[in-house]
Structures are given as structure tokens and as C-alpha cells.
């Protein structure tokens, strides 16, 4: 290890500000020359900072002072994508005006975002900038990060091209056109796995919106029916979980294996507790703006993730 004694990874900010101040607090980080600092510890924050949350571009502040200082490190989550696409003209000849469509479904999601940053827009502008610089994951040897999943068929051949997982507004771009490299790793890395429900039947989720898909694992080495993959806030209806899956379906789950190094996600909006899912594995989104928990897990040269190094601040009602 260098000068510093471990890191603190941290889960998705959503504009929660204050929370994120109280974790910071929590763990030994306070404020000088305006950043916050640990005098023998570093903070790298999974993506997913703005959008949702009452204090988001204090939260976006508070990362890039981090970052910009040398304290810590932020990979892209996919609401930094989303804000990347929201803002960047589309390539002529692509048939759109913006990367992603100014739609009402889209509007919603960014919606807070833009409002508050209303009367700051050079600020906004320069912080779109930096979301497109932020890596699209991390990789310290023993142990991983990335916003959503792990897919080496992925991955493998974009550090080819962006070894420290930093793109260019080349690949960006290219992620207009469906089904290509680019839209595909932003996907899978940034959204992760799904599957399509049967019958396309359709879920609304407690976030109101609504889907012919639902989220799934990419660990389960052995899975039998719909219920097993599941991974989301929102159950699946009893009939539908206890349906099997087909051979194909199984066949084109992703498998990240136990054997692989320790890895840390955000994303799913996980509940209860905080705990690893797996010796190597673990999600730090706790919904931290649905009045859940921020979560961190602090890492000292473990090689297996340890229960008792996660810690939290509960989100109360009034932020
Ligand atoms: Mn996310």
C-alpha cells in the first residue's frame, strides 16, 4: 500500500448533500482549504451523485473538490450518463437533436438536476464536462468497482482501447446507435443486467415508472425460476417468481464468480442492513434519498469483504 491506509468506497449520492456530509464526518474526513480530507484515508464515490436529492449541486461540489484535490475518485453512474446525453448534440445524420431524447420520461429524471442548476448554467456546463472524463470503472487488483455490473466480455476490450476507463466523447457519441460497442458497455456497466418479463406483461415501480423489464443478479451461479435472478426494490408477483427459467435464459445470465477479486456496485437501491452479498461482492446503494441509508464500506487491505467494515447515516425525512 502507499502513504494512505485504505479507502473508503461510497455508495449513490443523489444530491443527499448533507448526508454525505455526515458520512464524511462519521468516517474522520473534515474540511480544510474548503475539501474534505482524511488525514490517512482516500473516498471513492460509485457514481450516481446528482439527480432525485434536495442538494445536488452542493453534492457535486462537495465530490469534484475531492476529486480535483486529489482525495478522491468518482466513476460514472448512469445518471452522469443520462446528464451527458441530455447535453450533447447528436452527430448529424443520427436522426436525433440530443444524444438522449428530450422526452417527458427522460425530463423527469433529470428534471431536479436542471432546476437546480437554474441559475448556475456556466457551473452546470463544466460539470457536464467532467462527467464525461469520469471512468467507467475502477480496478485496484483486489478489489473492483463499477456503477452497476461486471461484464469482462465488456470490459476487457474497452481497457484496450481507455485502459484507465476513461472514454472520449468519440465513444459517447457512438453510443447513439443502438446495439453498438459503446451503447452496449454503457448499458450493461451502467445499468446492469435485465430480463424481460413474460407475457410482456409490464411492472410500475415505486419510482412510477414502468417497465417490460426487470433488473437482474449477474452472481447467481445456479439459478432456477424468474425469483432467483430478481434483483430490484419492486418483487416480482408470486406466479411470475416461481415460473422456471428456460436453458436459454440460464445460458445468457452473466456470471461473476466468487473466485473473482471483490468487487463494489451502487444502483439497485438495496434495503435493510448493509452487508455483502457474497465474500466478494457487495452493493452500497441503500436509497439513500428515498430516505434510506448512505453507505460506505472501508477498506484496509482485506481481501474478502468484511461485515463489520460497511457503515452508514440513516436519511431522515427532513434533510
Ligand atoms: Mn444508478
Redesign the pocket.
Known amino acids: 500500500m502507499e502513504e494512505h491506509q485504505g479507502y473508503d468506497i461510497i455508495g449513490?449520492v443523489h444530491g443527499c448533500a448533507h448526508t454525505l456530509e455526515r458520512l464524511l464526518e462519521l468516517m474522520g474526513y473534515r474540511v480544510q482549504a474548503g475539501v474534505w480530507r482524511h488525514p490517512q484515508r482516500k473516498a471513492l464515490f460509485l457514481?450516481?451523485i446528482i439527480d432525485r436529492g434536495p442538494r445536488i449541486r452542493e453534492a457535486l461540489h462537495i465530490v469534484h473538490g475531492m476529486v480535483e484535490a486529489g482525495e478522491a475518485q468518482c466513476i460514472m453512474?448512469?445518471?452522469e450518463f443520462n446528464a451527458l446525453g441530455w447535453e450533447t448534440r447528436a452527430p448529424a445524420g443520427s436522426g436525433r437533436e440530443y444524444l438522449r431524447d428530450h422526452n417527458e420520461r427522460h425530463l423527469r429524471l433529470i428534471g431536479d438536476t436542471l432546476e437546480q442548476f437554474a441559475p448556475w448554467p456556466q457551473e452546470w456546463s463544466e460539470f457536464v464536462e467532467w462527467f464525461a472524463q469520469l471512468p467507467l470503472f475502477l480496478d485496484f487488483g483486489l478489489f473492483r468497482m463499477v456503477?452497476?455490473c461486471w461484464d469482462a466480455r465488456l470490459i476487457q476490450p474497452l481497457r484496450e482501447q481507455y485502459p484507465d476507463g476513461r472514454i472520449d466523447r468519440e465513444f459517447i457519441e457512438a453510443s447513439v446507435e443502438r446495439g453498438s460497442f459503446a451503447a452496449q458497455t454503457f448499458d450493461r456497466l451502467l445499468r446492469g443486467t435485465d430480463m424481460r418479463l413474460p407475457h410482456g406483461m409490464t411492472m410500475t415501480g415505486k419510482d412510477g415508472f414502468t417497465r417490460a423489464f426487470f433488473r437482474t443478479k449477474f452472481w447467481e451461479e445456479a439459478p432456477l425460476t424468474y425469483g432467483d435472478v430478481v434483483f430490484q426494490p419492486d418483487a416480482l408477483p408470486t406466479e411470475i417468481a416461481a415460473r422456471p427459467l428456460s436453458d436459454d435464459q440460464r445460458a445468457e445470465l452473466l456470471i461473476y464468480g466468487p473466485e473473482q477479486p471483490m468487487l463494489f456496485v451502487?444502483?439497485y437501491w438495496q434495503q435493510g442492513r448493509p452487508h455483502p452479498i457474497r465474500p466478494n461482492l457487495a452493493c452500497l446503494d441503500y436509497s439513500a434519498v428515498k430516505y434510506g441509508k448512505l453507505v460506505a464500506y472501508r477498506w484496509s487491505g482485506e481481501r474478502h469483504l468484511d461485515r463489520d467494515h460497511f457503515v452508514w447515516v440513516d436519511v431522515p425525512k427532513l434533510d
Do not use: M
Request: charged letters at 20%; aromatic letters at 0%.
Open positions: 449513490d457514481g450516481d453512474g448512469n445518471h456503477h452497476a451502487g444502483h
